[in-house]
């Protein structure tokens, strides 16, 4: 090979290897302002969107009102008498003759607190005058409905377990010895009309 072809040679392969190269002109000013300011209000809404499903996002520790309650057997009063209260988790203890039932502090009237009247035997509003009776149940005055009750599951000594039903019903012992009670304080069930 003569030193002509050669150097033709050397010659075409840097054309080749330059023309591959892609040569690319740095931002102006403008894309590089249109560029930050793109990605500060990307960052901006990132942030904002995070801290707001931060905030939204319910967090609650057993034992604080809105999670689960664990109640000891201890606790439950006798049936037809005067109902305990756990003032921490914001509801009555109460066993009438149908059953066990964990009942609202709060009239549904207009939110006050309700108390027990032990020489009435019944619940009574010291706002507005509404009446209850042990199992919640609607007496008289201007609240529009009964008494609302929590979500709870009674585990007993046999290995069995009840669970509240839609309704709230109470949920009837008939002798068996319980073991413990959990009660949801974020499971309202509200009472439908004034039965």
Not at 11 to 22: G, P
Not at 29 to 50: D, H, K, M, P, T
Request: charged share 20%; with cysteine; aromatic share 10%.
């Amino acid at each position: 090979m003569t030193s002509y072809t050669k150097q033709a040679q050397q010659n075409a392969t840097i054309e080749q290897a330059s023309a591959s190269k892609v040569l690319a002109a740095a931002p102006s000013r403008r894309e590089f302002l249109n560029y930050i300011w793109a990605a500060s209000i990307v960052l901006l809404i990132g942030e904002a969107s995070a801290g707001l499903i931060w905030f939204a996002m319910p967090r609650f520790k057993e034992g604080s009102f809105g999670s689960t309650f664990t109640i000891a057997p201890d606790q439950i009063p006798s049936p037809n008498s005067s109902p305990n209260s756990n003032t921490v988790g914001r509801f009555w203890i109460a066993q009438p003759q149908e059953g066990l039932v964990m009942l609202y502090v709060v009239c549904t009237h207009l939110g006050c607190l309700y108390k027990w009247v032990g020489t009435n035997n019944r619940f009574e509003c010291p706002c507005h005058g509404s009446k209850y009776e042990l199992d919640g149940k609607y007496i008289e005055g201007p609240a529009p409905r009964s008494l609302d009750r929590f979500h709870m599951i009674i585990s007993f000594a046999d290995g069995t377990t009840a669970t509240t039903n839609s309704d709230g019903d109470p949920i009837p012992l008939d002798g068996r010895e319980i073991t413990e009670i959990t009660v949801d304080t974020g499971k309202r069930i509200l009472r439908k009309g004034r039965v």
